[in-house]
């Protein structure tokens, strides 16, 4: 059974990975609207999986006796002077969500709760995982810099950066 505060705790991550969806599904609005296919397909399916966290924790709220809330969300941002400044928000929102999944993890410590401690573990890894994907990412977009030629790859790139991981992972 949970208690009243990791209730809580783990609602607020739920309003957290919502609000993660949401933003990139703005940035795949933005780089589609700019004719960005590749980089707009990246944002999507960055957009399920952050909708996949978010179902992951209701579930877990929900089988072990507390209440899932959907609450209302803080809006995105919209647009972006440039992509490289989309992808530099991409990684200050994950270093944002890294911070927020250790906060989580030391009140489970807390309050003794090791069933959370130990569910919270696979956000600990994702985490690492997608802020390393954010970094790396955005180190190829300062290499680019403002060549036409290079963008035109990269965006050609990531597209096949997401079907290639979906081929590796089909139940993703
Ligand atoms: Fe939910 O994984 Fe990133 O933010």
Redesign the pocket.
């Known amino acids: 059974m949970l208690s009243k505060s990791i209730e809580a705790a783990l609602n607020q991550q739920i309003r957290i990975?919502a609000e993660?969806s949401q933003a990139y599904l703005a940035m795949a609005i933005w780089a589609e609207v700019k004719g960005l296919e590749g980089i707009s397909n990246f944002m999507y399916s960055q957009s399920d999986?952050?909708r996949e966290?978010m179902l992951k924790l209701v579930k877990f709220i929900n089988e072990r006796g507390g209440h899932a809330h959907v609450s209302e969300l803080k809006a995105p941002s919209v647009t972006f002077s440039s992509y490289k400044a989309m992808f530099e928000k991409l990684l200050e929102?994950?270093i944002f969500?890294s911070e927020s999944i250790n906060e989580l993890v030391h009140i489970s410590l807390q309050e003794k709760d090791y069933a959370t401690h130990n569910f919270l573990q696979w956000?600990v890894s994702?985490?690492i995982e997608?802020e390393a994907m954010a970094r790396t990412i955005l180190d190829k977009v300062k290499m680019i810099g403002d060549d036409k030629g290079g963008l035109y790859l990269f965006d050609r790139d990531i597209q096949q950066l997401t079907v290639s991981s979906a081929a590796d992972n089909p139940s993703a």
């Open positions: 990975e993660s999986e952050e966290h929102h994950e969500v956000y994702e985490q997608e």
